[in-house]
Nanobody, 116 residues
Framework: QVQLVESGGGLVQAGGSLRLSCAAS????????MGWYRQAPGKQRELVAVITSGGSTNYADSVKGRFTISRDNAKNTVYLQMNSLKPEDTAVYYC??????????WGQGTQVTVSS
């Protein structure tokens, strides 16, 4: 059993910053991918950023240069530093954990709202 607990969402003005955190607990493997997805109203959930246990990262084109994903393997925690936020970044942000061969695990989601 795995639990993902997110924190750090909120309301911010355009151009501002937020930092999301996601702490994983339970049966956590040494090798896994952790990431962030988001879902805006009326849209499909989309990948924001992912980081492997080795530190390799991948970002959606829409957030490159503005968002930074990082992780602390000792704490089983992944972070998303979001800078230069835009109104179109408004969404519910979900933490994701992938550790083969188990199915994906998801957090409960945290709301990020960027006002113009």
């Amino acid at each position: 059993q795995v639990q993902l607990v997110e924190s750090g969402g909120g309301l911010v003005q355009a151009g501002g910053s937020l930092r999301l955190s996601c702490a994983a607990s339970g049966s956590i493997f040494n090798i896994n991918d952790m990431g962030w997805y988001r879902q805006a109203p009326g849209k499909q959930r989309e990948l924001v950023a992912v980081i492997t246990s080795g530190g390799s990262t991948n970002y959606a084109d829409s957030v490159k240069g503005r968002f930074t994903i990082s992780r602390d393997n000792a704490k089983n925690t992944v972070y998303l530093q979001m800078n230069s936020l835009k109104p179109e970044d408004t969404a519910v942000y979900y933490c994701n954990l992938v550790q083969y061969p188990l199915p994906d695990f998801w957090g409960q989601g945290t709301q990020v709202t960027v006002s113009s």
